[in-house]
Nanobody, 115 residues
Framework: QVQLVESGGGLVQPGGSLRLSCAASGFYFSRYAMSWYRQAPGKERELVATISNLGGTTNYADSVKGRLTISRDNAKDTVYLQMNSLKPEDTAVYYC????????WGQGTQVTVSS
């Protein structure tokens, strides 16, 4: 079955960096686009970034352009989110997502940006 396992979250000061990872299994990873979403307390889940199946195309929410970078390693069935110049408003639970007929989600990883 499809499984997505996120890791790499934590507490970081404003201006700091984190790298999130999402290990995928149970499907042909290189055939599917992958996405990162986030959900802050009291807010709806929002799309952060998407990468095409071979990594040639990426798209970002306006709020993260120039600071967050999505990438993937199809040999490792893993998608990453490099997060630089973090702001307090980036605080959220970050989720990995793939859509194969329906959406699949990981359990999420907490990112807290605070001094």
């Amino acid at each position: 079955q499809v499984q997505l396992v996120e890791s790499g979250g934590g507490l970081v000061q404003p201006g700091g960096s984190l790298r999130l990872s999402c290990a995928a299994s149970g499907f042909y990873f290189s055939r599917y686009a992958m996405s990162w979403y986030r959900q802050a307390p009291g807010k709806e889940r929002e799309l952060v970034a998407t990468i095409s199946n071979l990594g040639g195309t990426t798209n970002y929410a306006d709020s993260v352009k120039g600071r967050l970078t999505i990438s993937r390693d199809n040999a490792k069935d893993t998608v990453y989110l490099q997060m630089n110049s973090l702001k307090p408003e980036d605080t959220a639970v970050y989720y990995c997502n793939v859509r194969i007929i329906r959406a699949y989600w990981g359990q999420g990883t907490q990112v807290t940006v605070s001094s």
